[in-house]
């Protein structure tokens, strides 16, 4: 890649992941000028915050020709799934794009679309069957017979709160018919019954170009609100990497049984595919299974897996984008990483917005990555469940989370709520 050439380059969302993305992409001496839509507190300090609505692809457009964008980087799944990619490679054609077409994003976009897909190329997952609301009656029957636990999921987007692991008959009816009414809008139009799979979880980052594949350090990510994994899903609490239980035999069985069969499969159903899978895996008896495919990078994985390339992200996205990946060099950090999070009271539910964070500036030996976040004269304040990314680096997963709780206390809001048990289920000391 020729080094004196530089790109103008428009991230899209307002997320932890976008300012991690803004934060890593500031220090490539490919990049010309950067703006982040809507962006958050946080990127306002690496880039150029532009308020417009990220589903309003034609506003996007404008702003590509206003400011001479050459790269867009696509953070949340809501628009790829809505087809924006397809909008720009229409209107645009010049602009690099990274992420998938309409078609690859319903890999995220519906979970039964996902499991077909799975089933279709042998990919190992739970057992499952879906329902409509026209089809209330047979879900009904068909969970009373169902062994528990039993997982249920919107079938479409529910900002990773869709799926419920519920413990009795009776609490999976409730829920059953909750979303088939609507608890998580049309996301919940169809509903999926899965078996439940006892192990644990961890996350897989490819980078796809249409030819070539790139495996990114691998990520944990902890969902659900409570300590020791106890009460209701959230869009994530925190992350580590590495994962210390995924050996060197683990990640043949994940490239052989899950990611090469995965790419067989965009390739035969000819998806348009430039962009990041996210795998989400689970663990069980020495086995990979598939929990879901995500159509963009995880939040708060990129946390802790940006942190840990130490190669040039940019050249990385424009590879991505430029079908050119075969040319870059990844390089990873042996180093360790923990991103914390810190949410607001009463999230996942609803929560109040608009406090003042204090201490921020007392940070100094990990990176805040902004989420929930926006400046109201002159300060920063709370705007959304979850708030800031603490991220630590460490030579051991111990020494990362012992550096990254000292530096959460750090900061203060009101209802300040974090987890304070990340690495509880792992052997740590790796």
């Avoid at 890593?24 to 532009?50: D, W």
């Amino acid at each position: 890649m020729e080094q004196n050439i530089t790109y103008n380059v428009l991230i899209i969302g307002s997320g932890g992941r976008e300012h991690t993305f803004a934060w890593k992409i500031c220090k490539s001496p490919l990049l010309g000028k950067l703006f982040v839509a809507p962006g958050n507190a946080g990127t306002a300090k690496e880039a150029h915050n532009v308020d417009l609505d990220i589903s309003d692809f034609p506003a996007i457009g404008k702003l590509i020709t206003r400011v001479d964008i050459h790269l867009i980087i696509v953070g949340p799944e809501v628009p790829l799934v809505a087809g924006l990619a397809d909008y720009l490679s229409k209107h645009y054609p010049d602009v690099l794009v990274v992420g998938p077409h309409a078609d690859g994003a319903q890999l995220e976009g519906s979970k039964a679309y996902a499991k077909m897909f799975m089933a279709e190329f042998d990919i190992p997952t739970a057992g499952y069957r879906e329902f409509s609301s026209a089809q209330r009656s047979d879900g009904l029957t068909y969970l009373q017979s169902h062994p528990l636990p039993i997982v249920l999921k919107a079938d479409g987007l529910a900002a990773g709160k869709g799926v419920v692991i519920c413990q009795t008959h009776g609490e999976a009816a409730q829920v059953f018919e909750e979303m088939l009414d609507g608890k998580f809008g049309d996301a919940g139009a169809r509903v999926v019954v899965e078996e439940f799979l006892d192990g644990t979880e961890f996350s897989v980052f490819v980078a796809l170009d249409g030819d070539t594949h790139c495996i990114l350090p691998i990520a944990k990510d902890y969902k659900r609100i409570g300590e020791g994994d106890k009460g209701p899903n959230t869009g994530g609490m925190g992350s580590i990497s590495p994962v210390p239980f995924v050996d060197a035999a683990l990640r043949e069985k994940v490239l052989k049984r899950i990611i090469e069969p995965s790419l067989k499969g965009i390739k035969s159903r000819d998806l348009t595919y430039r962009g990041f899978l996210f795998i989400g895996l689970i663990e069980v008896a020495g086995n990979p299974y598939v929990i879901e495919y995500n159509c963009r990078m995880g939040d708060p994985e990129t946390q802790s897996v940006l942190r840990r390339i130490d190669s040039d992200v940019l050249a990385l996205c424009i590879a991505i984008a430029k079908g050119e990946l075969s040319t870059y060099d990844l390089e990873i950090s042996p180093k360790r990483v923990a991103s914390v999070i810190l949410v607001s009271g009463g999230y996942p539910g609803s929560y109040e917005k608009g406090y003042v964070i204090h201490g921020i500036d007392q940070v100094k030996d990990a990176m805040l990555f902004h989420a929930g976040t926006k400046i109201d004269q002159g300060e920063v304040v709370t705007n959304g469940g979850r708030v800031l990314a603490v991220s630590a680096l460490g030579h051991s997963i111990d020494d990362a989370l012992a550096t990254a709780y000292r530096e959460a206390s750090q900061i203060s809001f009101e209802g300040k709520n974090f987890r304070r048990d990340l690495g509880f289920d792992l052997d740590t000391e790796k």
